[in-house]
C-alpha cells in the first residue's frame, strides 16, 4: 500500500505562487497525477507525469501556468502553480496509477492522498 501526503498548500493572493509537494511512503507507480476539487464542484484533473518525466500532461484550464515535476529519488511530485487565480481555490489531490499509461479519470488512479487546502484571495 502506498500512502501520499501533500503538502504546500496556503492561502494566497491572486497572481501568487505556490509548490505543492506530494511525498509517496515507497517507490510510486509509472504515472503520478494531480486533481483538486472546488467547494461544491466534482473532482478534476489537473497535471499528471509518467516516471520518465517525459511529456506531462495538463488539463487545458492550467495550461501554462501550471508546472508538475517529480524527483525519483525523493518518491515525490510536484506542481508549481505561478499567476494564481481566485477559481484555483480547491482541495487538491495527489494520486498514483499502479500501472498503465497516461490518465485523466478518477477511477484510473489507485492511490490518493489526502488533499491540501489552495485558496486564493482576490
Known amino acids: 500500500q502506498v500512502q501520499l501526503v501533500e503538502s504546500g498548500g496556503g492561502l494566497v493572493q491572486a497572481g501568487g505562487s505556490l509548490r505543492l509537494s506530494c511525498a509517496a511512503s515507497a517507490r510510486t507507480s509509472n504515472i503520478m497525477a494531480w486533481f483538486r476539487q472546488a467547494p461544491g464542484n466534482e473532482r478534476e484533473f489537473v497535471a499528471s507525469i509518467s516516471w520518465s518525466a517525459y511529456n506531462p500532461y495538463y488539463a487545458d484550464s492550467v495550461k501554462g501556468r501550471f508546472t508538475i515535476s517529480r524527483d525519483n529519488t525523493k518518491n515525490t511530485v510536484y506542481l508549481q502553480i505561478s499567476r494564481l487565480k481566485p477559481e484555483d481555490t480547491a482541495v487538491y489531490y495527489c494520486?498514483?496509477?499502479?500501472?498503465?499509461?497516461?490518465?485523466?479519470?478518477?477511477?484510473?488512479?489507485?492511490?490518493w492522498g489526502q488533499g491540501t487546502q489552495v485558496t486564493v484571495s482576490s
Open positions: 494520486a498514483a496509477r499502479a500501472a498503465g499509461s497516461v490518465a485523466v479519470k478518477e477511477d484510473q488512479y489507485d492511490y
